[in-house]
């Protein structure tokens, strides 16, 4: 294991008289139990307390023959109805296992038991996933607790990371073989976690390309819920989040438990509910697809999920998943920096331009105050559709005379940055790389290769392939001043198979792509450290915090209308910041809705939260380009609350015609609040708004009217919204505390 800090501060106890662990951050408890010596249970999560009794903790029945007694000596329960802590097969509990294995016999029944456990004050971090990390003076500590099947020589170590200040844990599983023979891995859940009742709905992200991240909330009733994706991918249409809420629980109080897996592929959350109304919720890569064979001394790990408990509603939760991203998962330079605000050329001119189209872009761009130019799909080989050249990654002379460099020397000297778009993953058939070497993609021998987008998908599970990448972007990124990377991936996985695995291994095919990529990514943001990078899969179909751990900010969705972007920042927002979500203002009609807004509510949205520009700045009236000028000054003054404040959302587009969320600065001396109406509804009286998250006592100054409100008039009262006539309209409002 990578030891990422040393230091001595323990928030985790191990209560040896009452058997069991006390895992306390500041506001929560999470306490496991030892039942019997061995077998390791859930005993709570929640609120924090301060002295656990687990003779309480664990409730056990001694039901009847249909609940069998794992052993022999004392038949006085059964696992059937045990909270488990990591439950597995075959010894009477009947849930789903958080972990299946085959042995060489063929067996796959499974004991775990507790064997041994260790505390460290520090995080500890995962071998070839990305993973939180830890700073100095962080309170943090590491429990790992093992257990071993007493029959085959198998060790799975649970690690818990509690991060005292931040109110996160996060889970991994790590599996060892220590017996003389090979161990199937079928599924490796990276958390299990057994509730003693059902009285929860649980909240999920699903949508589709353009419709990415729509909440929805369903009871949780009997039987199995399942979360997943089987794309090869996070996936637009399930996001690798959930939550578990209290049926009251809204945005502003009650109990809610989130969880985030670490991961940008396939994956599988359940919630299943026994005859017991026991409930069940385990989250891991997808077994669907999977299995691992691990020979004698190997050790396979899973993903980490970040798990945030709240009893502040949906807003708590998301705060604190907010800030634990932005301070202990995103690294690098633009962690904390004001991110910039950018044009890309992808909806302005598609693949259809030139050098001067691009400059003349730029130039309007610099003129209006913008501060990066990106280059999107279309500078290389022959890429003039979306029919060819993705791999061919060597600029097209014909379009740009200049070249990449002497584009971004062009580009700089206007006064911007320069930033170019690029689909590694990927290949085309028409392609010099697809005619070169026609067996690198993903596909099955003597089968016709589907392709997606006209497009194939390099097998990143092969080593030379990762390696070729590699050499090919560093050359390009080496070339020219390039300071920012979008880094895209236009198709879901099909065929999933590698002429590189044995016939034996094709299950683990789809997680080594994602141990190859993460390589690759973790390379390249090592050599590039000045670059900024940003995530895109058509728009966000890999919006999951394992990309974030490389990227700091993702294109949240191709969908650039302002009212669709509502509910998918929106939806986004339950476990993403806003700086981690690239927003842009784009023409009328919208290109995927067709929809006509105005610039004002376009800016609106896209304002709050990592703004850009994705349309022709040349074809705007001037009265346009005053507009944007101001928005753009508007936006770069209060970028840094913006970007790195606290977000919470006051009014959902999933409910109706309006929309509210605001920005707070930590200490409540400053905010924004954001309002958008969809429809107007004719001949109706002006309605109050009312606030949250505010100082009561303190008076606030609305810097635009100077009208002045103390704080508990506009949580209580709240604020009078305007009339505006017409549809989409929308409404921001700065405050600032009077000093
Ligand atoms: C994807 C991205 C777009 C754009 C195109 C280019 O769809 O999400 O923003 O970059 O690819 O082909």
Known sequence: MEEQLRGDYMSIKFIEDKGCFHLKTKNTSYIIGLFKGKYLVHG???????????????????????????????????????????????????????????????????????????????????????????????????????????????????????????????????????????????????????????????????????????????????????????????????????????????????????????????????????????????????????????????????????????????????????????????????????RPILMNNWEATYFDFDEEKIISLAKEGADLGIELFVLDDGWFGKRNSDKASLGDWIVNREKLSSGIEGLAHRINSLGMKFGIWVEPEMVSPDSDLYRSHPDWCIHVPNRTKSEGRNQLILDLSRREICNYILEKLTNLFESANIEYVKWDMNRSMTDVYSIGLSSEDQRQMEHRYYLGLYGILEELTKRFPRILFESCCGGGGRFDPAMLFYMPQTWTSDNTDAISRLSIQYGTSLAYPQAAMGAHVSIIPNHQTGRVTDLKIRGDVAMSANFGYELDLTKLSQGEKEEIREQIRWYKANRKLIQYGEFYRLKSPFHGNETAWMITDRDKTEFILYYYRVLKTPNMPRRRLRLKYLDSGREYIDTYTKRKYYGDVLMNLGIVIPHFPGDFKSHVIHFKAKE
């Open 44 to 338: 709570y999560w929640g609120g924090k307390i301060n002295d656990p009794n687990t003779d309480e903790m664990v409730i056990y029945e001694d039901f009847n023959s249909f609940s069998p007694n794992p052993d022999i000596e004392d038949k006085t329960y059964s696992l059937d109805t045990l909270n488990q802590e990591y439950g597995f097969y075959g010894k009477s509990d009947y849930r789903n296992p958080a972990i299946e294995v085959e042995y060489e016999n063929g067996s796959r029944i499974t004991e775990l038991y507790y064997e041994s456990h260790s505390i460290v004050g520090k995080k500890v971090g995962l071998r070839a996933l990305p993973s939180a990390y830890a700073v100095e003076g962080d309170r943090v500590s590491t429990l790992r607790i093992d257990l071993r099947d007493p029959v085959e020589s198998l060790l799975v170590s649970l690690y818990y990371c509690v991060y005292e200040d931040y109110d996160i844990i996060t889970r991994f599983v790590e599996v060892k073989n220590k017996s003389c023979g090979k161990i199937k891995l079928n599924n490796v859940s990276s958390l299990c976690m057994d509730f003693e009742e059902n009285e929860f709905e649980f909240i999920q992200l699903v949508g589709s390309w353009v419709r990415e991240r729509e909440i929805v909330r369903q009871p949780v009733g009997r039987g199995t819920h399942i979360i997943e994706s089987k794309r090869g991918a996070s996936s637009h249409h399930k996001n690798p989040f959930v939550a578990l809420a209290r049926r009251n629980t809204d945005e502003f109080q009650g109990q809610v438990y989130g969880f985030n897996l670490l991961y940008s592929g396939s994956f599988r959350s359940l919630i299943e509910v026994n005859a017991y109304n026991q409930m069940r919720f385990t989250m891991g890569l997808n077994p669907f697809n999977f299995s691992w064979n691990l020979f004698p001394g190997e050790v396979f790990e899973s993903p980490e999920v970040v798990m945030a408990y709240s009893q502040e509603g949906l807003n708590g939760m998301s705060r604190l998943l907010h800030s634990f991203y932005k301070e202990r998962l995103i690294r690098g330079e633009y962690k904390d920096r004001e």
